[in-house]
């Protein structure tokens, strides 16, 4: 079984930038398309972002040209580069694994001036 553990979220100012990390367990992170997903308050989660285990990527509309998500198969870890950053981003962001149907605990993501 993989554990996923976010982390990098906070407050930044609209325009701001944050670097989320999510570092999975277990031996076999490479072979495993991973995801980026985010809730705000009243919404459904959505897809934020995704990388296959080849590397290939995929972007919600209304983040692409300012999020990148990459992953590091030595650290077992992917992450999720967000710049530009809009209050209509404030969400709790959660890495996913979905294949397995694993998720992580969230962190939190707060823009606002």
Do not use: H
């Not at 009243?42 to 983040?63: C, F, K, M, P, W």
């Not at 990148?68 to 198969?73: A, E, L, Q, W, Y």
């Amino acid at each position: 079984q993989v554990q996923l553990v976010e982390s990098g979220g906070g407050l930044v100012q609209p325009g701001g930038s944050l670097r989320l990390s999510c570092a999975a367990s277990g031996s076999m992170f490479s072979i495993y398309d991973m995801g980026w997903y985010r809730q705000a308050p009243g919404q459904q989660r959505e897809l934020v972002a995704a990388i296959t285990s080849g590397g290939s990527t995929n972007y919600a509309d209304s983040v692409k040209g300012r999020f990148t998500i990459s992953r590091d198969n030595v650290k077992n870890t992917v992450y999720l580069q967000m710049n530009s950053l809009k209050p209509e981003d404030t969400a709790v962001y959660y890495c996913s694994v979905s294949a397995l149907g694993c998720w992580g605990q969230g962190t939190q993501v707060t823009i606002s001036s």
